[in-house]
């Protein structure tokens, strides 16, 4: 069966393909249309195993809340490099993949992978956008909470923060309630707390940092022969200052110092007229504990002349 350069064309419209690549697909497939839509898809298979190996530790953080549904997530989806991760078909498969977490609740990657999207699954898609932008892909993590949510992403996707709470429905529908929870939100993606509060803080990360703090007044010349039940108390005072640096409630409110983010949850339930408590949270740093591939510059050259 005969093909026009027409028919190449609405091939690479409808798959987003390579031209070259559709006109051998309409080859492969003598000119029949499906056939050489399935043949792209299974040559995207191909392409997907052999860029696997890729890392990839670019792409975006993506966060949203819908209090309507009384529900929020937060995810991360990486790619090879900070343009793919600037391209708006990326950016729209992200948000697809959060309105899957969010609708259909998997509990972790493998069965997000098998939800429904679209007319095949997540893990169809996300294979399909492998073979259309031509870089690995890979839905890396993410998190779901049920209740009542903020969310928050900052600077287009390098972070993204979901924030857990319990409260009313009236004050959840709020405007004052969604400025408050933004403003928690950006709490957490700035001073990047590491618990909620100090009652969940591990003893065993309190003990080890005791160990840590005893050792660096015995080390210093000015307070290594102050006696012990001095060197306990300044432990002691060290570990309340732990607790405001690394739990969000203890932590200075970043737009005013003057108050903590405990004492700003309170004023704000006060002004609301009832209760609000901050359940948990989760903050994604895009890449964050991927190795990234290092290179010496002299070597990529050299590869280039080769």
Known sequence: MAFTALDVKNLREQ???GMMD??????????DFEKAVEWLREKGLSAA????SRIAAEGMVYAVADNAKKVGVVLEVNAETDFVAKNEMFRTFVKDVADVILNEAPVDLEALLACKMGEGTVEAALQEKILVIGENIKIRRFERYEGVCAAYVH?????GVLVNFDTTDEIAQSEAFAAFGKDIAMQIAAANPSYLDEASVPAEVIAKEKEILLAQIANDPKTASKP?????????GRIGKYYKEN???DQQFVKDPDVTIGKYVANTAKELGGDIKILRFTRFEKGDGIAKREENFADEIAKLVK
């Open 22 to 31: 559709c006109k051998k697909a309409l080859t492969e497939a003598n000119g």
């Open 247 to 249: 739990c969000l409630v």
């Open 228 to 236: 012990e039940q001095v060197k306990v108390k300044m432990v002691e």
């Open 49 to 52: 195993q052999k860029k696997s």
């Open 155 to 159: 600077g287009g996707g390098t972070h």
């Open 15 to 17: 798959t987003g393909c």
